[in-house]
């Protein structure tokens, strides 16, 4: 079974400063996608990035970019000139390639909460 | 605005109640989840379906009732709940039957409290 471990359940950054939010993963798959989601105090969850393993090169979405190490099982993202929106629970997520029932399944890690101080 | 759209956005039930929550997406998704979120918590998926039919369930009770009418709509029918089951209920949807790498897209959810 896969595992996503979120080491940081808090975190804090001053407006316009730049943050990085670890995740770490256990898999024996060697095709799978990962996805980092924000959840707002408003609650809906919001899709922020997502990596697929066999791309080497590492996903970007505007201030939004991930550091991707496949061997190490690493999937960092980083927040940059963070804004007071970008406030919110960060939830790392991994799902499974196959063809299966597993490829429905999202494991999140426990999520870290992020604070942007004025 | 939400493309995964849930009613109601709160509920307060007691525990001999009957209730439905609902869940509508019009993107042409064929794959809707349920999943329970605790406070400070991961959601947890409880129910999968794709292309209207139950793919997974999570060992879910009983009390707990999925139903998918149509491509558009899935509704969670409650019953006989427990006050443990208080939480927020988050809909999902993803294209295809398979979705792979496909995202999911979230609702707002509906924040349930059993008296």
């Known amino acids: 079974a896969q595992t996503v471990t979120q080491s940081q359940p808090e975190m804090s950054v001053q407006e316009a400063e730049t943050v990085t939010l670890s995740c770490t993963y256990d898999?024996?798959?060697?095709?799978?996608?990962l996805f980092w989601y924000k959840q707002p105090p408003s609650r809906q969850m919001i899709l922020v990035i997502r990596?697929?393993?066999?791309?080497?090169q590492n996903a970007t979405e505007n201030r939004f970019s991930v550091n991707f190490q496949k061997a190490a099982k690493s999937f960092s993202l980083k927040i940059s000139d963070s804004q007071l929106g970008d406030a919110a629970m960060y939830f790392c997520a991994y799902r499974s390639a196959g063809e299966g029932a597993g490829s429905y399944q999202l494991t999140f890690g426990k999520g870290t909460k992020l604070s942007v101080i004025p | 605005d939400t493309e995964v759209t849930q009613t109601p956005k709160h509920l307060v039930m007691g525990m001999t109640n009957k209730k439905s929550l609902k869940c509508e997406q019009h993107?042409?998704?064929?794959?809707m989840y349920w999943y329970k979120q605790k406070a400070k918590k991961p959601p947890e998926l409880m129910f999968v379906y794709s292309y209207e039919k139950l793919s997974i369930n999570e060992s879910v009770p009983s009390r707990f009732s999925p139903e998918c009418p149509n491509s558009s709509l899935l509704n969670l029918h409650l019953h006989a709940l427990q006050p443990e089951d208080s939480a927020l209920y988050l809909c999902?949807?993803?294209?295809?039957?398979?979705?792979?790498?496909?995202?999911?897209?979230f609702g707002d959810g509906t924040r349930l409290s059993i008296l």
């Open positions: 999902a949807s993803s294209r295809g039957g398979t979705p792979k790498g496909e995202p999911q897209h």
């Open positions: 898999t024996s798959e060697s095709d799978y996608y």
């Open positions: 993107m042409g998704h064929r794959a």
């Open positions: 990596q697929e393993a066999y791309k080497q």
